[in-house]
């Protein structure tokens, strides 16, 4: 294989391994061809056949979490050349997906080469922890609240990179953190809106705690559609396209992945919207909110929506929220 493999030549690869005469290893191999800095190969696992995806990590795989999920698992295997870090199908029903993922996988590696990176084994791993966040969060498709609370939090992102190149290290929501962007005490929960949205949903207890941190702040996205709008596709492009070389740009793109958003998903996605406003709150003293500490024991969490009229006395200039919080980074 000699040219940047995509999902269908990995599978003709697996069909041609299968022709081969079984050895006395645990998997039948091919080296691909690039990786250079990397032993990564096209195998198939001498017991049962199932198609894998093969690298020879070293002591650099030592610290990489083994998993299993949506029929696919990444485990560790003794061979006489080396340890192997050994991404499998386990459900064969699923092979078009693993092809997928495994293409995914070789050209976010081939990628960081190209720009000079030489921990390469870092890279598959990030790549396979973005691809298990996904599958094990993955409940069908986007649905469209979901799909405008992404374009939310990626219309503050941008904003913020206007601040600080490293903004995305500060978007903690693909992390299932409880903030959505949190950066040296200071938190943001992002929430949006399309059309007239009049109240805002929170969906946890903990949700505008702010227990711990310097500050906490809403943004209140405001979203109409448009024809001459933007798609969650779009946007994602966009700012992908800002970023400074492929680490920033991939960190970006795993991050997506977590967040729930596939590479390769249709980029007219969702409706096409243009964002009206972005207003600021302060959570603080008397906003109004529940807390662990105002409900009865034995509530285990809750939802609850907050009338945005009500939120007058808490607002805040956003544009110097934006600019305060983007600097943060660089105190």
């Known amino acids: 294989m000699n040219t940047t493999p995509d999902a269908a030549s990995m599978l003709e690869e697996w069909h041609e391994l299968a022709a081969v005469a079984p050895g006395d290893r645990l998997y039948r191999t091919r080296r691909l061809s690039r990786p250079a800095l990397l032993d990564l190969r096209m195998g198939l696992r001498e017991a049962d056949g199932a198609p894998c995806l093969v690298a020879s990590a070293g002591s650099a795989g030592d610290s990489i979490a083994s998993f299993e999920t949506a029929g696919l698992r990444l485990s560790r295997a003794a061979d006489p050349g080396g340890p192997l870090l050994v991404l499998s199908l386990e459900e064969p029903s699923r092979r078009d997906l693993f092809a997928e993922i495994c293409s995914d996988c070789v050209r976010s590696v081939l990628r960081r080469e190209d720009e000079g990176e030489t921990e390469l084994t870092t890279v598959l791993a990030a790549r396979l922890a973005a691809w298990r966040a996904f599958l094990r969060d993955q409940a069908g498709a986007f649905s469209r609240n979901e799909i405008v609370g992404l374009i939310g939090e990626l219309l503050v992102l941008d904003r913020l990179l206007d601040e600080n190149a490293g903004a995305v290290a500060t978007w903690k929501a693909p992390d299932d953190g409880l903030h959505d962007f949190e950066c040296r005490g ?19 207890l903990d949700q505008l705690d702010d227990a711990g941190l310097a500050s906490l702040h809403i943004l209140h996205v405001r979203l109409v559609e448009s024809a001459n709008g933007e798609t969650l596709g779009q946007i994602a492009t966009r700012i992908e396209q800002r970023l400074n070389g492929e680490r920033a740009r991939g960190a970006f793109r795993n991050a997506l992945l977590r967040r729930g958003l596939a590479p390769g998903a249709d980029t007219n996605l969702g409706p096409r919207v243009a964002c009206v406003g972005i207003d600021g709150y302060e959570v603080g003293d008397g906003f109004p909110r529940l807390q662990r500490s105002d409900v009865a024991l034995g509530i285990a969490d809750a939802t609850y929506q907050v009338e945005v009229r009500a939120l007058v006395g808490f607002a805040v200039n956003t544009e110097a929220l934006l600019h305060t919080f983007g600097g943060a980074e660089n105190e």
Do not use: M, P, Y
């Open 186 to 204: 200071h938190g943001l929960e992002v929430k949006t809106g399309l059309g007239a949205s009049r109240q805002l949903h929170i969906s946890t």
